[in-house]
């Protein structure tokens, strides 16, 4: 059974910096894209950044580029997302989720819809205050 369970969330203040840890049961990471989603109260959910499989190759979203680190633990089959330099607008819940799809990789990471992505954790909370 697949499943991929976030944490890490927490209350920070600006400038500050968290790490979000998704450990995933059910299948292997290294074998699939992965990536981290978010959504803030009243807004559409949006691509955060992803890893591919195989190579590890990497993509951001503008809004997050350089201050946030996304990598993965092949031998704890664990994702994780390094925030620094933490703003209010990046206040939200956050997902994981992974295309189920063997050997993905994130080349299209911008253009491609979140229904590409089939596996989802539960969220974990993020909040920034200014």
């Known amino acids: 059974q697949v499943q991929l369970v976030e944490s890490g969330g927490g209350l920070v203040q600006s400038g500050g910096s968290l790490r979000l840890s998704c450990a995933a049961s059910?299948?292997?990471?290294?074998?699939?894209?992965i990536g981290w989603f978010r959504q803030a109260p009243g807004k559409e959910r949006e691509k955060v950044s992803c890893?591919?499989?195989?190579?590890?190759?990497?993509a951001y979203a503008d809004s997050v580029m350089g201050r946030f680190t996304i990598s993965r633990d092949n031998a704890y089959n664990t994702l994780y997302l390094q925030m620094n330099s933490l703003k209010s607008e990046d206040t939200g819940t956050y997902y994981c989720a992974a295309d189920s799809l063997v050997g993905s990789d994130c080349s299209y990471f911008s253009q491609a819809p979140l229904s590409l992505y089939d596996w989802w954790g539960q969220g974990t909370q993020v909040t920034v205050s200014s």
């Open positions: 059910g299948f292997a990471l290294k074998d699939y894209a």
């Open positions: 890893i591919s499989s195989r190579d590890g190759g990497s």
